[in-house]
């Protein structure tokens, strides 16, 4: 499996877009690699950490019962999945050798080497609105065929990523969709395909959702990455998103803050 290449990313028909959904579904990253670069990109970028009031423990215990870990964070700058990763390691958040399966977007899935490396380490494909305006994929210009193509894309990937936590696997999920920066989070930042997989789940009480947030200030080899209490889906789905901007938005301060202190203690 290590070596069977990402299908051609094009979204201009339908069959072009189910085989690209078809390669990421169910396919899991491998064990023998996933610790390796998660170590090495600790060591590359030394992620300063800082975890609310008893989530380590929260964690723990989550994974006593074989819970699934959703990794709920806000998109800063490009390298934040790899900042995240090394985070992960410092302080084996996660277990190394399972790691968490990113949603990432299609572009980084053209180069035919990154692709093939990310989508080992767990990445999947994760279809966005802007995508299909890009002439690269070969999108359409009839806006109903657009539509069309851009629903079923959607449909794909939450299944895809619905598919991952039936399996057991741990997630990481940009759910603003694109990088915002340091902009405030709001319930309206959170799009809905977080909130459609939490509902189409077999056992939402099975998962944890814990927010981050990264600060760049003292530099990209030397971030902040901040994490929030471990949240447990609501029995009503759509309260989600403003719990998880709470959350994020708090996780956002605390590593601005601690940016910014003068002498910043260590974690």
């Not at 210009?141 to 629903?151: A, S």
């Amino acid at each position: 499996m290590f070596i069977e290449r990402v299908p051609p990313i094009q979204l201009d028909n339908e069959d072009s877009i189910n085989r690209i959904s078809d390669y990421f579904h169910g396919k899991e990253a491998d064990p023998r690699l996933t610790p390796i670069v998660y170590r090495l990109l600790g060591m590359i970028f030394r992620p300063r950490i800082a975890f609310d009031l008893g989530t380590q423990e929260q964690i723990r215990e989550h994974f006593d019962i074989d819970g699934q870990l959703v990794v709920a964070m806000k998109h800063v700058k490009a390298i934040d999945p790899t900042v995240m990763a090394g985070a992960v390691s410092r302080k084996t958040l996660i277990p190394l050798r399972e790691g968490a399966d990113i949603m990432a977007k299609p572009v980084l899935f053209e180069n035919p080497a990154l692709g093939l490396l990310i989508s080992n380490l767990g990445a999947y494909i994760g279809f966005r609105t802007q995508d299909f305006k890009n002439p690269k994929f070969g999108a359409p210009n009839d806006e109903l065929e657009v539509k069309g193509l851009r629903d079923l894309a959607r449909k794909r990937t939450i299944a895809n990523g619905v598919a991952r936590l039936n399996l057991g696997r741990h997630q990481g999920i940009f759910f603003e969709g694109t990088r915002s920066g340091q902009d405030l989070v709001t319930k309206d930042s959170v799009k809905s395909g977080i909130v459609e997989m939490i509902r189409q789940v077999d056992n939402p009480d099975n998962i944890g959702i814990v927010c981050a947030a990264i600060n760049y200030e003292r530099g990209i080899f030397r971030p902040i990455v901040a994490f929030s209490q471990l949240i447990q889906p609501p029995h009503n789905p759509d309260q989600l998103p403003e719990l998880i901007a709470e959350q994020t938005q708090q996780c956002v301060n605390v590593a601005g803050w601690m940016a910014n202190k003068p002498r910043p203690y260590k974690i």
